[in-house]
């Protein structure tokens, strides 16, 4: 047997050696920030694969891939590697160049997949700074070496950031992205806030509607119903939007600082902080938009309506609904359900499980529970018709101005016995702490050498103590101030626009920070429903803005209605 060897046609260039063959040369750079030095360094790796293919004869140019600012953990967050990629795969391009395998990719994963989809495709990658042609044999192990310092490298450089961040944290700088946070903006400083006037309104709407009842979601359909710019200039809202705005400390002046983590520089995927990683918080960091107290406040009603605080759990208010969740059976306590007719016959509501239990004595006990025995005369009230619920609510309102004396004594009573003493004790809180941070440093603000480091821990335990202590008295204060309010709220009802008076409201400034309740419930008072209400201020109709802001809930009795209001009072109304 005779084998006949037939010598190679071509063979595996050398780095800087023209190919046989014009070939299409693409080109790949990337710079890892949008810094000034890295912008320079991107025009510069740009100019000069356009001079350094131009150069040789045997290539023509197929584009330069450039991606500025992006890191190279990630190659799905590279658009310009990825469309060089699918050039490739289309047949466009014969030959990639690029200056390092860093530059490449810095995950060795990815940096061999795509070397080897590339190589199967018959298109090799020259590396300037490593020398390697990916065609070579031996070129492989040596790529995988490096590729993987490479992904060491930007391990280290991911800790050195993250460290540094974690400084600026114990430094008491933190970092926020101004352009998607609605009410302030930044000065130029870092861990600078500036309140942006027009939107710290809107803050302040978001807080003032959820106190007076209204949810997420439906303060959301609100703002974007009228048109009211979201962050980032948006026109879209969302019910999580509103969520984080009421549950982000930073709107009462406060500031808490890692409260998302990367747990892998690779994915560069943020979990939250759940007590892996330490937390920096500062108290009084900046102006205020909401004062401390009203914040508190909506931290009290969010786990008040969670279900998780004592007490008896009621059906969830609706949204679309003002009376569902609002309207309960008064025998049973339990929320009635709506029932809508598509024969044109009007719309009830009924309690089922009294109508349940009705049929059950009428299955037991005959006619006589049905037609008013001991069962059928107690469940009597298991159907009523919305028009007469809301007849009888209208009756309610218009009843409300003979409870105005009463409601005022409520107001004196709860400001004097229960939130005065609060309040005397958070300015007793507040200046122990300020006594004990300036004993903990120097009359100038630095830290006193002198002192033993455990006097230095018994004081800071101290401080973390009084602030725990803070902010439970702040959480007690939202309880009795949630009454407060849903008094003063009836009482302007009441008495129109005299109700700052009644209340004992100051009006504020117009711009700028809020700090005191009073300040702020004086400027984001809801305005009169005027639709509701005749010449004299007294309420003729129903609308929806009147029950989810007074009413708290309506029992349904046999003999007619009680409707409770959430400033305490209770007004009966017969059928």
Request: hydrophobic fraction near 40%; include cysteine; proline fraction near 4%.
């Amino acid at each position: 047997m005779i084998v006949q060897i037939i010598s190679p046609s071509k063979r595996p260039h050398a780095v800087g050696e023209s190919l046989p063959r014009l070939v299409r040369t693409a080109a790949y750079c990337r710079v890892s920030s949008d810094s000034a030095e890295q912008e320079t360094s991107y025009e510069a790796q740009c100019a000069h694969y356009r001079s350094y293919i131009a150069a040789n004869p045997a290539w023509t140019l197929a584009g330069i891939f450039a991606d500025e600012g992006v890191t190279g953990t990630q190659a799905k967050k590279r658009p310009a590697f990825l469309r060089m990629i699918d050039e490739c795969r289309a047949g466009n391009i014969d030959l990639v160049i690029t200056k390092s395998i860093s530059r490449f990719a810095r995950n060795t994963l990815d940096c061999l997949n795509y070397i080897r989809e590339l190589k199967a495709l018959g298109i090799p990658i020259i590396f300037e700074k490593e020398s390697i042609n990916t065609m070579d044999s031996s070129g492989e192990v040596l790529i995988t070496i490096l590729a993987s310092i490479a992904q060491q490298e930007s391990a280290s450089i991911s800790a050195n950031v993250r460290m540094g961040i974690e400084y600026r944290f114990q430094e008491g700088h933190g970092r926020l992205k101004y352009s998607t946070f609605l009410g302030y903006t930044g000065n130029g400083a870092p861990g600078s806030y500036v309140i942006v006037p027009h939107e710290a309104d809107v803050v302040r709407r978001i807080y003032r509607e959820y106190l007076d009842g209204y949810g997420f979601n439906k303060i959301a359909k609100r703002l974007e119903a009228q048109g009211v710019p979201a962050s980032a200039g948006g026109r879209t809202w969302y019910s999580s939007t509103v969520r984080n705005i009421l549950t982000n400390e930073k709107y009462c002046g406060d500031l808490l600082m890692q409260k998302w983590y990367t747990v892998d520089f690779l994915t560069h995927r943020a979990v939250r902080n759940d007590g892996t990683r330490p937390q920096y918080f500062v108290e009084n960091d900046h102006d205020p938009i909401v004062p401390k107290a009203v914040f508190y406040q909506v931290q009290v009603k969010m786990w008040q309506r969670s279900g998780t605080a004592c007490g008896p759990v009621r059906a969830r208010v609706g949204e679309r609904r003002v009376l569902c969740g609002r309207l309960v059976c008064g025998v049973c306590g339990r929320p009635l359900r709506r029932h809508a007719r598509s024969d044109g016959r009007p719309t009830t509501w009924r309690c089922q499980h009294c109508e349940a239990a009705r049929r059950t004595d009428a299955a037991l006990g005959g006619a006589d529970a049905v037609s008013g025995g001991a069962g059928g005369a107690v469940r009597s009230c298991r159907i009523v018709a919305e028009k007469d619920v809301q007849a009888a609510l209208t009756r309610a309102f218009c009843e409300l101005p003979r409870e105005r004396e009463g409601l005022l004594g409520q107001l004196v009573r709860l400001r004097a016995e229960e939130l005065a003493p609060t309040d005397a004790l958070l300015r007793a809180c507040a200046e122990e702490q300020c006594a004990l941070e300036r004993q903990a440093h120097g009359p100038h603000g630095t830290a006193r050498v002198a002192d033993a480091a455990k006097p230095a821990e018994d004081l800071a335990a101290r401080v973390r103590a009084l602030q725990r202590q803070k902010v439970e008295l702040y959480r007690e204060r939202g309880i009795h101030a949630s009454k407060e309010l849903a008094i003063r709220n009836v009482l302007e009802l009441i008495d129109g626009a005299g109700a700052a008076g009644a209340c004992g409201a100051c009006v504020g400034p117009v711009d700028g920070a809020c700090a005191e309740p009073d300040d702020f419930f004086c400027r984001t008072r809801p305005p009169a429903p005027v639709d509701a209400l005749d010449a004299s201020g007294r309420v003729t109709s129903l609308c929806d803005d009147l029950v989810i802001r007074h009413v708290d809930k309506v029992e349904v009795h046999a003999s007619g209605y009680r409707v409770c209001f959430k400033a305490g009072v209770s007004i009966v109304v017969s059928r």
